[in-house]
């Protein structure tokens, strides 16, 4: 095997670095770029290429690296925008286990190169996207890659031109759903080979073994006795099927959800039933509301209600919230049950009379005036890290540490704001060291298996790692399930001991024989989906409980924890207004599919992600709208108007062969990325199969054939029968991720109920002569003018950093300033890239943010105004030492409050949006998108600081 590379050529140097990294042992020759290696094809560009020992030549860049990797995904091979770039970086920085460099950090290095060395050269991206910058320096200074530099004398291609985000989607746009007229004027078309689709379709590589395989399977036909499992209710597991029970964490009842409270537990376990049950496996997904505890009586005293009308109004919320969102639990239920108290108090009474259990005492605040002891969140005071006045007893909002209520510098009682007292209270605690070597074996099994993610084997590891110690079940509440213990009976269980036995009493109030999912582990797979903050508590705590217990509990199996998903880079905070929840998304009158679409392809699987709605506006234009929208479109509409909706015989040739191989090829990379549950790159393979649609259409050009004589018309009518097939694919495929598309695009398919499951390859879906329905548009474009009055409406009151506070912290953050402003005023004396200048300017406001109110000035405006005077020279004599000058309204303002300041600022930066919009003469809707945000937030100012309508400037009345 030989792989032929040339030193001027990003692709070489990339696949250079693959060959080491896979272990291939392909010999490596440095030729021109115009080096011939085969003779025959005398017009296609032959380096980079891999000679393989069987004289298979390949000679394109994404053929190659799936050869050489199974591990990267083939969504990734077209070339991704910044913003897909910016949703793949992990946290850690580079793609490979333990930060190492990997196949999917070359292949995204490739890609995005020459615009990032663009982008370098400028400053401007590296000022927007600091972790994409690291990440790219980080891969460009491996080891093996300067390695690989050496060896092959790389000399790096000249900088190519700096695409905006808006370029992809505006170049996708001509491809958007056809219109009649379109298609007419593509009819008259000759028919000619289309470079790209050639490239990326019949170039791809498929081997014979796959051509032939794929025949093979298409020609059976579908498979017999694969049919729909009909749902019946209640489920029960059945003895030698796959019985799937999955559940996911109970979201708490005292708020309604946001995004990353969706994405990172409902919608992944919505996801995987939903998969499952495409399957033909039998599955019960279980959850509902987390009900007990301190934050509901909280919430209920902060809305002046009873803890029991907080979770009946909550629990309604969240589940209409889950039912907008298409969650398909088969039961979504509530911990405030009579079967959660008899099911934690038996468990509690096995566990302790196993001897599992230990009393501690423990010092704690006590309220004389409300007679009680006071819970962490009951108690408010002085953060002892930060000196924070407003820190709650269990961790601080301002520098996110944890506290232990005693901690706390001059506590208040948040009911009476009386000062607590520290008195002893005797608690029940269970005895994890005695439970840890269990622990232990099962956590390192199911991270052998990879049944826990490695988010998951992370946390439970560091748990480990430093020795499990006994952990408190009881709590002096009055709300939550009562320790049946005599000497107990005035405390409530810990919620983190009582909630997860919530899944099995929401399962016992769905059906009387619940321990037939929950005492029968040798039958039973148990799936649980949460946020990674819970992990902990699942794997270590749950499952000790259940072992001490003693009474053949199904244990947890697989367990995903999921990294943080925030809001345009800051957390969600429904007290601040800053992120989208549950409730809002249903007044955006965007569909729920697209919100889904989005949310799982930037699943937060290995490293925390970022909602924007830029992100979410290019993903439904770009990825819908002209990728999978763009298809079934062309495809079902010309069968309805060239073939009466009726799908013609199918005749394959060598060219569909491949197609079918190549399709399979994505329909592997599908399952198995959802064996692994890594939804997101599921998705992705949908994505990839409906692109080579596009291209396959687009090779054929059917619109030419069916003009032509009756063996081009037959052909078309075979193109398009296949290409029908492929639609009816997708429909199923897309099933887990977007229901509702789904279910439409089978109506217009009108696709048999009996041909909805998973089939192992693609295969004919559509008998000839089947009648399809009527095809119409599945999506509609977000335009530029929505997506800004998004962001506005949800961007929060203040998503700042918190303002400095020491003399210290202060004059270093002047001097931040000064050296900022002045970075501002030489790329403005330079004239350099609005965008550059922007960044700054944007970096520079946020700096002035930081200072204290007092130091916080509105920016002066000097145009038609006189100059002051010195101090030294203004009129009337200084007031007598000591005493303050009090000078009149109508001479000083009054002094700027920290809020007027911000919004000041928040004004000056809406403004030069707006300025640079009319400057590059951008459409009038998005201008008066943002004109209209720039006005609201002037008449969020104080009356006298508005500025009152007058005539233009310069100009005399």
Known sequence: ??????????????????????????????????????????????????????????????????????????????????????????????FGE????????????????????????????????????????KVSGDASVTAAIKQLGYVPPKNAPVKPATTESKAQGKQQQQKPQKQQQQKKEAKKPVADAVENFLQQMVTAEQKSAGLKKWTEGYPTGNVSRQEVHPKVPIPGQKNNLITSALPYV??????????????????????????????????????????????ALAEGLTPKQICDKYNQLHAQVYQWFNISFDYFGRTTTSQQTEIAQDIFWKVHNNGFTVEQTVEQLYCNACKKFLADRFVEGTCPFCGYEDARGDQCDKCSKLINPVELKDPKCKVCSASPTVKTSKHMFLDLPKLEEKIAELSRERESSKSYNPTACAITNSWLKTGLKPRCITRDLKWGTPVPHPEFKDKVFYVWFDAPIGYISITANYMKDWELWWKNPEQVTLTQFMAKDNVPFHTVVFPASLIAAQDNYTMVNVLDGIEYLQYEGMKFSKSRGTGVFGDQCIETNIPCDIFRCYLLLNRPETSDTNFTWDGLAQTNNNI??????????????????????????????????????????????????????????????????????????????PWVLAKGNEVDKARAGSVIALASNLAALLSVTLSPFMPTISKILQEQLALPEDRKQFTDTFVPLLKTGHKIGTPFPLFSKIEDARVAELRSKFCGSDGSAAPATTPGDIAALQAEIEKQGGKVRELKAAKADPAAIKAEVAKLLELKKQLPAELQQPA??????????????????????????????????????????????????????????????????????????LLALKGKLPAELQQQPGGKKGKKK
């Open 98 to 137: 333990n930060e190492t460099l990997s196949p999917t950090d070359m292949v995204l290095w490739t890609k995005l190169g020459g615009a990032l060395r663009s982008c370098k050269a400028s400053g401007a991206f590296y000022s927007q996207c600091p972790r994409v910058a690291f990440w790219f320096e």
């Open 624 to 701: 819908l709208l002209n990728n999978l929208g763009n298809f079934t479109l062309r495809a079902l509409t010309f069968c309805r108007n060239s073939f009466g909706s009726e799908i013609s015989k199918i005749s394959l040739n060598s060219e569909d062969e491949h197609f079918i191989a190549l399709v399979n090829t994505h329909l592997a990379a599908y399952y198995k990325h959802f064996e692994a549950r890594l939804f997101s790159r599921a998705f992705e393979s949908v994505f990839s199969i409906s692109k080579i649609g596009n291209q396959y259409l687009q090779y054929n050009q």
């Open 860 to 933: 002066p405006s000097n145009k038609n105004k006189k100059k002051s005077p010195p101090a030294a020279q203004k009129k009337g004599p200084s007031p007598p030492a000591g005493q303050k000058n009090n000078p009149t309204p109508a001479t000083t303002p009054a002094p700027v409050s920290a809020d007027v300041a911000a919004l000041q600022k928040e004004i000056e930066v809406q403004g030069l949006k707006v300025r640079e919009l009319k400057a590059a003469k951008a459409d009038k809707a998005t201008i008066d998108a943002e004109v209209k945000v």
């Open 254 to 299: 005292n708020n309604v959800p946001h995004l990353g409270n969706i994405i990172g537990a409902v919608l992944s376990g919505d996801c995987y039933a939903r998969y499952c049950r495409l399957k033909g496996e039998n599955t019960l997904y279980i959850c509902g509301t987390d009900e007990y505890g301190t934050a509901t009586e909280t919430k």
């Open 1 to 94: 095997m030989i792989l032929y590379v040339t030193k001027d050529c990003d692709e070489s140097l990339a696949l250079l670095v693959l060959s080491k990294l896979s272990g291939s042992k392909a010999e490596v020759k440095v030729v021109p770029s115009d080096f011939k290696v085969v003779s025959y094809l005398k017009s296609t560009k032959q380096v980079p290429s891999i000679l393989l020992d069987s004289g298979d030549l390949l000679f394109t860049f994404e053929a190659i690296v799936l050869y050489l990797s199974d591990s990267v995904s083939p969504y990734l091979l077209s070339t991704p925008s910044i913003e897909e770039l910016n949703r793949y970086i992990p946290s850690r920085s580079l």
